[in-house]
């Protein structure tokens, strides 16, 4: 009985340690490179109805002040762009092209004014900056 007891004591210890060798490769494993994001574009907005919310882009219009930089993330599972102007009417100030599922775009303005912006891929795509 005693030599019984040993044997699943030690066994009990082993367990521990390697379910604690697991535990800590897994906290390893978290990290991961974060982006601070002003805007992201939120998962699903490539098919109609988050215009209905304005949602497309989140926020659809942010504040800025002349000289400070605004980050936008991608955060769905297809391409999508920041372009500047409308669908159909771009005005050539910016775009970010195909941006990738996590890929992020920093702009800064030098100029006072209202950015409208859109994606190139989905028209119901839009959302402004104001810079002040
Ligand atoms: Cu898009």
């Not at 340690?17 to 991961?32: A, G, H, I, P, Q």
């Not at 955060?75 to 992020?104: A, K, M, N, R």
Request: some cysteine.
């Amino acid at each position: 009985m005693i030599i019984v007891a040993i044997i699943l004591s030690v066994s009990v210890t082993i367990v521990g340690l390697s379910l604690s060798d697991y535990n800590f490769d897994e906290k390893n494993s978290d990290v991961k490179t974060i982006v601070k994001a002003d805007v992201i574009m939120p998962i699903k907005v490539s098919r109609p109805g988050c215009d209905i919310e304005d949602i497309c882009y989140i926020p659809s219009s942010i504040v800025t002040e002349k000289g400070k930089s605004i980050t936008w993330v991608n955060e769905d599972s297809s391409f999508h762009t920041v372009t500047s102007g409308f669908y159909g009417e771009p005005t050539g100030l910016f775009d970010s092209g195909y941006l990738d599922p996590y890929q992020s775009y920093t702009l800064s303005f030098d100029k006072s004014g209202t950015y409208d912006y859109f994606c190139t891929l989905h028209p119901w795509m839009k959302a402004q900056i104001i810079v002040e």
